[in-house]
């Protein structure tokens, strides 16, 4: 079992900055990787961001390479996801996710299936 809980969501101008935090618990971890998601209403949940725990190897999704950055503190066992020059279409509620197995293939991380524990987001709205 792993619980994850996010923080730091909030309203933004376009162009500024947040950062998102998770903080994970629980007897099955660490974790082999977590990651970032993010979904809008009527939409699917989409791949933001991911890291191997033990690693620190990422993974970022097109849409945000150069402006969203995952990163971890092993002695907080909390994950990060900061995220820069905002843009109103990264409004969404943002998914902290636990990987609790190991994952093979890159294109893994990528996949929300992949994600056994998830905590209940975090709302980023960015004002134009």
């Known amino acids: 079992q792993v619980q994850v809980v996010e923080s730091g969501g909030g309203l933004v101008q376009a162009g500024g900055s947040l950062r998102l935090s998770c903080a994970a618990s629980?007897?099955?971890?660490?974790?082999?990787?977590m990651g970032w998601f993010r979904q809008v209403p009527g939409k699917e949940r989409d791949f933001v961001a991911a890291?191997?725990?033990?690693?620190?190897?990422?993974y970022h999704a097109d849409s945000v390479k150069g402006r969203f950055t995952i990163s971890r503190d092993i002695t907080k066992n909390t994950v990060y996801l900061q995220m820069n020059s905002l843009q109103p279409e990264d409004t969404a509620v943002y998914y902290c996710?636990?990987?609790?197995?190991?994952?093979?293939?890159?294109?893994?991380?990528?996949?929300?299936?992949?994600?056994?524990?998830w905590g209940q987001g975090t709302q980023v709205t960015v004002s134009s």
């Open positions: 890291i191997r725990w033990s690693a620190g190897s990422t």
């Open positions: 629980g007897r099955s971890f660490p974790t082999y990787a």
């Open positions: 996710a636990a990987v609790v197995k190991s994952l093979y293939s890159a294109a893994d991380f990528y996949q929300k299936g992949s994600y056994g524990y």
